[in-house]
T-cell receptor, first 110, second 114 residues
């Protein structure tokens, strides 16, 4: 079992729709959770982080965390073609390394 | 704020040759990471430094890879000798030392081993 698992996709949504990206993790000691976006040929860049159970909203992005289910998700509302990228989920235990999933590739079609 | 600096951007070498990558983290970031990202996969941690000490190098192939962070600032990652399977993007990242801080990545070095 991988430490961090994501649906590999590809996920395709029409412009303006909601994109839902999911991530599960195995280490119950994980403390912080991050979503990074990676455009083709570029480095990952931080979109959102979440530490507490529940929802956290930032503009069109909402991160959801359920520690009991070891599940974290990212919702992208009003998806735009510029959102087309690979989304990486990263999990970090207290003072430990960040472990990444293999990413979900999202395509937003105009 | 200046970002994480990495060089070179691209490198092509033949198998069994050696190669070195350099990284300068964001000023004030105590933690420095080297990740390997193979096409289609997520970044895999090779080594994590806290200041100039190694925190985690459990996935570093120590028979061929080495890394150092002298004076707790910039860092070099070396591969000697390189294998075909080392073809990947090598990402350097830095962060503050606390457990909640996100990673800031450099532009990466794309290595091709022929």
């Amino acid at each position: 079992q991988k430490e961090v698992e994501q649906n590999s996709g590809p996920l395709s949504v029409p412009e303006g729709a909601i994109a839902s990206l999911n991530c599960t993790y195995s280490d119950r000691g994980s403390q912080s959770f991050f979503w990074y976006r990676q455009y083709s040929g570029k480095s990952p860049e931080l979109i959102m982080f979440i530490y507490s159970n529940g929802d956290k909203e930032d503009g069109r992005f909402t991160a959801q965390l359920n520690k009991a289910s070891q599940y974290v998700s990212l919702l992208i509302r009003d998806s735009q073609p510029s959102d087309s990228a690979t989304y990486l989920c990263a999990v970090k235990p207290h003072a430990g390394k960040s472990t990444f999933g293999d990413g979900t590739t999202l395509t937003v079609k105009p | 704020e200046a970002g994480v600096a990495q060089s070179p951007r691209y490198k092509i070498i033949e198998k069994r040759q050696s190669v070195a990558f350099w990284c300068n983290p964001i000023s004030g970031h105590a933690t420095l990471y080297w990740y390997q990202q193979i096409l289609g996969q997520g970044p895999k941690l090779l080594i994590q430094f806290q200041n100039n000490g190694v925190v985690d190098d459990s996935q570093l192939p120590k028979d061929r890879f080495s890394a150092e962070r002298l004076k707790g600032v910039d860092s070099t990652l070396k591969i000697q000798p390189a294998k075909l399977e080392d073809s990947a993007v090598y990402l350097c990242a830095s962060s503050f030392a606390d457990s909640l801080s996100p990673l800031h990545f450099g532009n990466g070095t794309r290595l091709t081993v022929t």
